[in-house]
């Protein structure tokens, strides 16, 4: 038994490498046999080698994404430059100018001011303050990365916290007296650095987490471990009574806290993640599963889909403030309790509402205040970044906006409108940063009278190395790799066979198709990447719904919308493992959070996908631009839905698809 348990131990130890061998050769009876024919058993082959290391993370995701530029060739399946083409799509350089505006947004602070503006709009009340975080950290993740605004978001709600948890324990010591030891404050030792500083100067949100965390966050890996936070030692006179303290300077032992306290601090923490995660989705940009649909609508069916920048938005949104709005009140409910929901049966006792709460409640907003001040009046740089944004933000928006009658758009302007499209905008935007001064000009009249300066260009607001350093590459090629899988499918056939076998779902109501397909998928995405998530299905969905004759949409875009909505666990997204890191929340607090998260976001999406989804794509009809591989989806006029359902968005078809 010893022998074995040590075996056991070594080869879990090299577990990755065992995975590296052992996936590619369970799947080598589908090119040894070939089951399924020539092209698709070599294309399954790729796509089970590829979903098993991205899986399990055997290698890293980026390096994953580069072994169709390798197996493709050699199988026989497409020639290189075929397969390299992928990864410089029109998809990929959209993200690409995203990013690079969202790495002007931080590096100028601007989504610093920005956070601080709304959050010293929302009152001082913890439900508020709640309230204020999620709309902020939302908002930013529609525009910038997850990653970046949570950990930008985290270090603000755990200065608020400290003071919140702080004040709250002086009242206790002012009014109960000595002999309430945990709610003691001992004074801060100024040989001990604070744990978490927020310096306003730095522009680098990652930066700001410490050393000692053991997350690590970058483009979409995930990995977390749960920090263990020093406790105070013990002093050295030990004939005086040790006095326990959950505060001491600017740190906070969350093993000493209350129970209302920790529930306070987790609500905190969970509704920033939480956010970030709802707030990527509203936009095509706003995270990686909404990039990978757009580029395989773009590669499968062309613009003729009508899957832009602009009409993700007008469909997402709304689906995304009702989720955060939903979120919002469950964690209310969860960890401020129900009482403080409606109203404090004790608002003496209360530290989230009341006379006692009231005095915490306004140091935690005076932190905001105060951070707020450290940034001092808006520069030239960030005003100048603001205005990039905004227009970047009209041009994906003005394009091709359907949601303005008689109003073509501003592609219309020129030669051939086709050509251009959101990628370009975004490109000129970003050129643009390079170029436009981060200081207001010093040549001849605009010079001011206090300008003492050299005469001379001024510093761009942008610099490659500054772009360089920031851009997360390993997302690109994970981008392109998952474009290169599903151009690899359809040359291989094996999309075309996948299809086939989905026949015999043609008997289910498309509805029940779609809440099993976005239920699987929405605990799949728990344990592995986003992005890898999306790139495996979505392919897979496109040919699934072109074998039962329902708009491919209908299918696509619930389930790359619930690849999102991680929220169980830490290493789901980093979001999570970076709230987590931070040592208040354990995985039973995220999974029983979580999972009622994950309830509302299935139900949500299925609603608003046979609600919104009808004006704006048009999903309860099979499209002219899908290709009819049944030959009788277009011929009969299917639908995807009941006749009631039709009639109600006066479809005149008479055949109902089942």
């Known amino acids: 038994m010893g022998l074995f348990k040590r075996f056991a131990s070594e080869l879990w130890a090299f577990k990755k490498t065992v995975l590296f061998v052992l996936i590619p050769l369970l799947a080598s009876p589908l090119l040894i046999l070939d089951p399924i024919g020539d092209g698709p058993s070599k294309g399954a082959w790729v796509v089970i080698v590829m979903a098993g290391y991205w899986i399990f993370e055997v290698v890293p995701l980026a390096v994953t994404s580069l072994l169709p530029v390798i197996l493709y060739p050699l199988l026989g399946v497409q020639e290189s430059d075929d397969v390299c083409r992928n990864y410089l799509k029109d998809t990929n350089f959209l993200f690409v100018g995203g990013l690079i505006v969202a790495v002007a947004v931080e590096h100028w602070n601007l989504h610093k001011r920005i956070a601080l503006s709304v959050l010293m709009l929302m009152g001082s009340q913890p439900r508020w303050l709640m309230l204020g975080f999620m709309l902020t950290t939302a908002f930013l993740s529609m525009w910038i990365s997850n990653t970046a605004t949570t950990a930008m978001m985290i270090p603000i709600a755990q200065a608020v916290l400290l003071q919140l948890v702080g004040e709250n324990k002086k009242l206790f010591k002012g009014e109960e007296g000595d002999d309430h030891d945990a709610h003691k404050v001992v004074s801060s030792n100024d040989d001990n650095p604070p744990s978490y500083q927020m310096d306003g100067g730095n522009d680098n949100p990652l930066a700001i987490m410490e050393d000692e965390k053991e997350t690590q966050v970058d483009g979409e890996e995930q990995s977390a471990n749960k920090q263990d936070f020093p406790k105070n030692a013990e002093p050295e006179d030990t004939t005086k009574e040790i006095e326990e303290s959950a505060v001491t300077g600017d740190t906070i032992d969350w093993e000493k806290l209350n129970e209302e306290e920790r529930n306070l601090s987790k609500g905190l923490m969970l509704c920033v993640c939480y956010a970030a995660n709802i707030g990527g989705t509203a936009t095509l940009t706003g995270t990686g599963p909404n990039l990978v649909i757009g580029g395989v609508v773009d590669d499968l069916y062309g613009a003729e889909a009508g899957l832009n920048f602009a009409s993700w938005m007008f469909f997402a949104l709304p689906g995304m403030i009702i989720n955060l709005f939903l979120a919002w009140l469950w964690l209310q409910f969860l960890y401020l309790g129900r009482s403080c929901v409606a109203c404090c049966r004790d608002c003496t006792t209360c530290i989230t509402c009341g006379k006692k709460g009231n005095t915490a409640n306004k140091a935690g907003h005076e932190v905001i205040k105060n951070e ?287």
């Open 372 to 658: 707020y001040k450290k940034l001092g009046s808006i520069s030239w740089a960030e005003a100048s970044v603001l205005c990039h944004f905004i227009v970047l933000a009209l041009l994906w928006l003005l394009r091709e906006p359907g949601f303005i009658p008689g109003f073509p758009g501003w592609s219309m302007l020129f030669p051939v409108s086709e050509y251009i499209s959101d990628a370009t905008a975004a490109i000129f935007i970003s050129f643009l940063l390079f170029v436009f001064p981060s200081q207001p000009p010093n040549f001849l009249c605009c010079r001011t009278k206090n300008d003492t300066s050299d005469i001379g260009p001024r510093p761009a607001l942008l610099d490659w190395k500054t772009a360089q350093r920031k851009l997360p590459w390993s997302v690109i090629l994970l981008l392109g790799g998952g474009f290169a899988l599903a151009d690899g499918c359809q040359v291989s056939g094996l999309s075309h066979w996948l299809g086939g076998q989905f026949e015999t779902l043609s008997f289910m109501s498309p509805v029940i198709i779609n809440i099993i397909i976005v239920t699987i998928i929405c605990f799949f995405t728990e344990f592995t990447s986003n992005t890898a998530t999306a790139t495996i299905f979505l392919p897979i969905l496109a040919a699934v719904a072109e074998s039962i004759c329902v708009n491919p949409l209908y299918l696509m875009i619930p389930a790359t919308v619930v690849c999102s909505y991680a929220f169980m666990l830490p290493v789901a997204t980093p979001p999570n493992a970076i709230a987590f890191s931070y040592g208040t929340l354990t995985v039973p607090d995220m999974a029983k959070a979580g999972i009622v998260m994950n309830i509302m976001g299935i139900c949500l999406i299925n609603l608003m996908i046979n609600t919104l989804g009808a004006p704006m794509f048009d999903v309860f009809n099979y499209p002219e631009w899908a290709p009819d591989i049944n030959g009788t989806c277009r011929d009969v006029g299917l639908t995807t839905l009941s006749p009631n359902m039709t009639t109600m968005y006066g479809a005149t078809t008479t055949c109902v698809c089942y």
